[in-house]
């Protein structure tokens, strides 16, 4: 067996694939829901529901998606130059750090000033962060899959120590998590009574300006010049080392958007807890957008709409909520399959 | 055209009838047919594209053929099986060697002739047939030695050896004087005559045609699948070859005599570092000059790499100066070599010259994204670079849907008139093309060495590398023959003798130019 290239995919392969991936993925889960005792078009139909069933179940979705489309960015932008950054959940916190940091009452400005404020700072604290590893594949060429990946769980115990030490709210009855931010700090509601907030709005700028600068601007031909041929890219006279160095501090930054959001948006302040994996859950977001800066919404939308539809399903029909992490996972493995069969094709000899 | 009778007696060793492979759209071999008779040789003779290789592939079996039949020794050969070319005594040396480098020679070709579990290896018996063989044919090689220590004529001595080891009666060669220097290809030459003086067949597949002269007694003809013709070589020339492969007429090209102007890019006493594998530069003065066309001669991996890196900015001297009009260079980059009015035409048209998987707009621009021309505060302006794009190919006859095509569905011709558009665009005084025309069709390599001597009539500095001598010697002002890292002397056009300029390619006569500089 090996693998073609296609010379032009047509129309029935970009679509039909991704079309068909899903079908897979739903197939495949209705089979898990009948091995656990329950009917699968019950079981979808509460999902639906749940996800998009009201106005209160869509802004839900909403809000879970905001901090998917950050991570969704910060990936689609590092993975199109081919900076393999796995360590959106590391950047996440940071920027969350960095929040509370500036955000909790050590600095007292109107919101006009202090959001922008605490905003360049967790960006340029996950633009940091990554700039590490990015320096550290450039020089010594350390594989950055390993380096990201490895910075999460440091980055995660690093916030644990400072939960437990000088982030720690004295007046938190002991539990690791911080002050709350105030209220210049806060981001707005977008409805009232709606958990929904500012965050979503700037989380769609984000992905709109991303694009941008993905498509129209000398850095964005330059990323993707030099993901598909770094040496081509060298030769032309592209700095290829800076070119992976920006692409780290945009990616780096727009990860730690989400930390802040989630922070000054939702929780208002910072625990262990903040992220259930979106820094990871973003890698599935970009591949599923096939790292389209404005794919990213809407596939974020519809793996947000997955976990929030399955949990409303999982209270209503007793299948577990885990059921969302398994469809997700197999939308992602059977959407890279698809998008590899829309590229190439495979001949048996 | 007339057509040859057999010239020797009793029946073919190997007869192909009416072999037809079509690939798609394209018939890569159309109703070939083809008899080898015993101590023949058959040249088979055909561009690039021709459908050579897919002749050979499947002789051997890689590939199955849709019409036609191969017969080995009188008995039909299955298709599709790889080992039964083998076992029926075919032996193929390929173009590359197919040989591994840390283990000694006996080694090599002993590999894969043993059983996988026996434990007694007679190495004395293997090592007297080789030597036996060796001495048989002429092929020179101590069996002891390491692969990796031997040069490239030496490997290909191993790569017959092996052949022969498994007692091939027919042996096929894939263009096996690509890499030799002219020396190398007459004692190449004089085995062969050995080999059909014991009875052996051989199939020389090439492109030269004063090498097919020499050595074959038949010659076969291929253009775009089909065979053009077949002559007895007693019966031809190399006039009546050339029209026969190509189709029609090619007037070599008409060079009006150089006017040298000043040195427009030097190299004083340049040492860098190898690249791909090649050795590194040794203390290399070289003066490029307006006006005219300097070759690079010498067989491929001997520091050709390093000099166009060098070029090219993509590598820095280690010690010495480059001096670009006058004024010695001390940053040196891409984009400084850009900036100096180099334009670039690279060795491999996929891996540096072109990003594939990106359009023909975008691959333009590559070069000159950053300029005014094309950009204002960050932002890239898509239609001048569209224009642009529809400017090159218009201009250099590039066949291509759009300039939002993407440039892998491009032929390797229309790819190389898209890098030539974009190096001489602006007009660069200094114009580096690094194998300009491999892989091309004979039209394409017109058109490719007509726009050189365009940028020469009109002033530029020329540094032309190629593996083809032909072409060097047909292109060049002036040649200069580089050998392990280090760069002879120029010499006008004629003014070394072939056999000069194969010794300096084989690495004689270089310690004396090394002190003068």
Known sequence: ?349 | MRVSGRTEAGNPVLRLTGITKQFGALKANDGISLSLGRGEVVALLGENGAGKTTLMNILFGHYVADAGRVEAFGEALPPGDPRAALSAGIGMVHQHFTLAGQMSVLDNIALGTQPLFSLRFDRSGAKAKILKLAGDFGLDVDPDALVQSLSVGERQRVEILKALYRDARILILDEPTAVLTPQETDALFATLKKLVDEGLSVIFISHKLHEVMAVADRVVVLRAGRMAGEVAVADTDRHQLATMMVGQEIAPPDIAPAVPGPALLSLRGVHAAGQGGGPALHGIDLDLRGGEITGLAGVSGNGQAALAALIAGTASPSAGQIVIKDATVTRWSPREALAHGIGRIPEDRHATGMIDDMSVAENVISETYRSARFSRHGFLDWGAARAFAEAIIAAYDVKCPSPDARVRLLSGGNMQKLILGRALDGAPSVILANQPTRGLDVGAVSYVHARLLDARARGAAILLISEDLDEVLALSDRVVVMSKGRLSSPSARGERSLAEIGQLMAGHGFEGTAHAA
């Open chain 1, 1 to 349: 067996m090996r693998l073609e290239p296609r010379p032009r995919p047509t129309v029935l392969h970009t679509l039909g694939y991704p079309a068909g991936a899903i079908a897979v993925t739903v197939v495949f889960a209705s089979m898990l829901v009948l091995i656990a005792g329950a009917n699968p078009f019950s079981v979808f139909w509460l999902v639906i529901k749940g996800a998009a069933g009201s106005q209160f179940a869509f802004m839900e979705t909403l809000t879970r998606a905001t901090p998917l489309i950050f991570t969704g960015l910060a990936v689609a932008v590092a993975f199109r130059a081919r900076l393999w950054n796995i360590g959106a959940e590391a950047q996440l916190y940071i920027g969350a750090v960095m929040t509370v940091v500036l955000g909790t009452g050590a600095v007292a400005l109107p919101a006009v000033a202090l959001i922008p404020l605490i905003m360049v700072a967790a960006m340029l604290a996950g633009a940091l962060l990554l700039l590490g590893p990015a320096v550290l594949k450039i020089r010594f060429g350390v594989d950055e899959v390993v380096t990201t990946l490895l910075l999460n769980f440091i980055v995660l115990l690093f916030v644990s120590m400072l939960l437990e030490g000088v982030l720690k709210d004295p007046t938190g009855l002991g539990w690791p998590q911080t002050k709350k931010v105030i209220d210049a700090a806060e981001l707005p509601r977008l409805v009232k009574g709606r958990r929904l907030h500012w965050g979503f709005v700037l989380a769609i700028a984000s992905a709109v300006v991303t694009w941008v600068i993905m498509k129209k601007t000398a850095l964005g031909y330059e990323m993707r010049a030099v993901g598909h041929n770094p040496e081509a890219a060298r030769f032309a006279g592209i700095p290829v080392n800076r070119v992976l160095m920006k692409t780290a501090l945009l990616s780096g930054g727009l990860a730690a958007l989400a930390g802040f959001s989630e922070v000054a948006g939702l929780k208002g302040n910072l625990t262990l807890d903040l992220s259930p994996g979106f820094g990871y859950t973003g890698i599935v977001v970009a591949m599923l957008a096939m790292l389209n800066p404005l794919g990213v919404v809407l596939s974020a939308v519809f793996v947000a709409g997955i976990f929030v539809g399955a949990d409303a399903m999982s209270r209503s029909a007793g299948v577990p909520s885990y059921i969302a992490q398994v469809m997700v996972a197999a939308a992602l493995l059977t959407m890279v399959a698809a998008i590899m069969l829309s590229r190439f094709r495979i001949r048996w000899r």
